[in-house]
């Protein structure tokens, strides 16, 4: 076994978590997957998962992420201090590279473009502040022992088998196979969106790198929610229960990423246009 190549994935049953084992498979990794009774939040939990692994990298993607309840949920200071007891654990070990899950939530979304190196980080949630004090936390402890570290802040994504049903293209899928009304924004917000396999391996490429720091993993293209609302209900012959508009918001106008990272540093680009996002999306 080569264990250079050994990492260890936690939330690898998620959502990103099993786009992102597969990309490492196909990169040639030997993923050790941390299960259910891997409790990161238990006292002690950091240590044995990270003995029975015995992995040189980690991908960390767990956090409760539940759509409508993660953004303000208490736990969210949980899984700070978590990722943190995680890294440190990690680096004491002798890991050497250590790949977190941020969010696009940790910055100012008034910037509209966000760019690691220029965007101010402002969040206005309990779970973007609580990625920011991980990441903060994780900086510190592979500067101390020596480690390498990332960050990859996500911004939008979709697709995939095992997507929560209660996400955009979910819901328009289900309310258009009963046969009734998708009730929904204007759509006209502009949003950064990737296909949830496109950020599995966005993440497998940035743990193959050597690349530190914080790096958007996103398209770079920002599109209309109603670009994917509409485009979900033209696939299945239904627009005309598309109701835009029938839902109030008041959300921000235009958050999108800077990819200059990603694209040059890394060398990774989407495996798939966005159309092919939305086709592999219907299925």
């Known amino acids: 076994m080569d264990v250079a190549r050994r990492v260890l994935v936690t939330g690898a049953t998620g959502y990103i978590g099993r786009a992102a084992c597969r990309a490492l498979h196909s990169r040639g990794f030997d993923v050790v997957s941390a299960s259910s009774a891997d409790d990161l939040l238990a006292t002690g939990g950091a240590e044995r998962l990270v003995a029975n692994a015995k992995a040189d990298s980690i991908l960390h993607l ?4 539940t759509p409508g309840v ?3 949920h208490p736990d969210n200071t949980r899984w700070a201090r978590a990722t943190a007891d995680l890294a440190r654990a990690f680096t004491a070990s002798g890991g050497r590279r250590f790949v977190g899950a941020g969010t696009c939530a940790e910055y100012d979304w008034s910037a509209g473009r966000c760019d690691e190196r220029t965007t101010a980080i402002a969040p206005a949630t309990p779970y973007g502040r609580a990625k920011v004090d991980a990441w903060r936390d994780v900086q510190q402890i592979a500067a101390d022992s020596g480690a390498s570290a990332a960050w990859g802040r996500i911004f939008w994504l979709f697709g995939g088998a095992n997507e929560h049903p209660s996400r955009l293209v979910p819901t328009i899928l289900r309310a258009i196979r009963v046969g009734e009304p998708a009730l929904c924004t204007s759509g006209e917000q ?7 396999d496109d950020v599995g391996d966005a993440f497998a490429a940035l743990v193959a790198s050597d690349v530190e720091g914080a790096v958007n993993i996103a398209s770079g293209e920002p599109r209309r929610v109603r670009d994917v609302i509409e485009g979900v209900a033209s696939r299945l012959g ?11 918001s008041d959300e921000v106008p235009l958050v999108c990423a800077a990819i200059d990272r990603l694209r040059d ?4 680009r989407p495996s798939m246009t966005f159309e092919e996002a939305l086709d592999r999306a219907v299925g």
């Open 62 to 65: 767990a956090w409760n992420v």
């Open 70 to 72: 993660y953004w303000t």
């Open 190 to 196: 502009l949003r950064d969106f990737l296909h949830v």
């Open 238 to 248: 239904r627009l005309d229960l598309i109701r835009l508009g029938a839902r109030p």
């Open 265 to 268: 540093e890394i060398k990774w």
